[in-house]
């Protein structure tokens, strides 16, 4: 019989389930708090629950619990990467990162990654399997355990597609949230998609506050096909139209995400394509200098180009920034994020 995944029952959900064993309804909210809320890593913590319910309990559920493999912190800003092994041996990183507004946590949302974008180590191999509800809760949960330090904000780019794990993410997102869980604020999480159009319009819908960040990479369809397989599915102006829309529907402004690659992304007529492009939304365009991975030729623009760039979008009424390389000695920056396996 397949076991329930308790952690990935939201509160309702696990408030019937503990119903249905013939326990009060309170149980249910406590066993929330300790998943939840205490971060609880075993059935045996839980001091205010009867040994009968834990004995059940450890009969019938699986309690989701990665295992950390290594902790890699970085010399040059503190950031640090776990490499967390799931279940089964597949194995996915996340990062933290300090910022002066707080502390964020850039997690994976599948192991693996099926999009094939051409600059990205994290597709190398293909997509293994999403990951559950709970298995990016416990990406957040260990890492806070961990340090001891709350976290303040989320970022689901690591690796994989969220919107590839559609019911999975949402799911995720609403239980981060809940206020009987860490409850980070919907506002300080951000989701970042290749351009999946009918997961954006859907996302559109979940009356949730994220932000979302769309993951552009070029200002016209032909460059974008080149470097993002996706784009040949959803064309360029079809994921701009689903992006207005997600901020018409949730008022969040959009981000999106640019990562410059020397010579082939950079150049100023690029600059003004992508200027014209998003001319008058209410968005933010993040600027990120290519990492580079070693199966692949790109470099990153050198430093006056990518100024360059930033000063002629901004001349086209855009907010523009250039994302701070964090962790890069750790291969923990964008991109660099790689799939790996158990050795046992
Ligand atoms: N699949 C999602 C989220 C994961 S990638 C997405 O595509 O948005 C998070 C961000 O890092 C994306 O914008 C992605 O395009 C970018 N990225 C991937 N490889 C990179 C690299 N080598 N250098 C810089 N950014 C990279």
Redesign the pocket.
Known sequence: MNKTDLKSLNREELEEFIISLGEKPFRGRQVYAWLHRRLASSFDEMTDISRGLKDTLENCCSLTLLRTETVQESKEDGTRKYLFALEDGNMVESVRMRYQHGISVCIS?QAG?R?G?A????TLGGLMRNLTPAEMLDQIYRIQADTGERISHVV???????LDNYENLVTFLRMLTDENGLHISQRNVTV????IVPGIRRLAEEKLQITL???L?ASNQKKRESL?PIAKKYELSEVLEACKYYFLRTKRRMTY?Y?LIGGINDSKDDAKELGMLLKGQNCHVNL??????KE?E?VQSHRDVIRNFQNLLEKYGINVTIRREMGRDIDG????LRKRYAER
């Open positions: 949302s990654c999009m974008c600059f990205c180590a994290s689901v780019m690591g690796t994989g597609e969220p970042s998609t290749c351009g960040a769309l993951s990479h993002m995400e990562a990120i200098p290519v990492n580079p991975i692949r790109y920056a964008c991109g660099q």
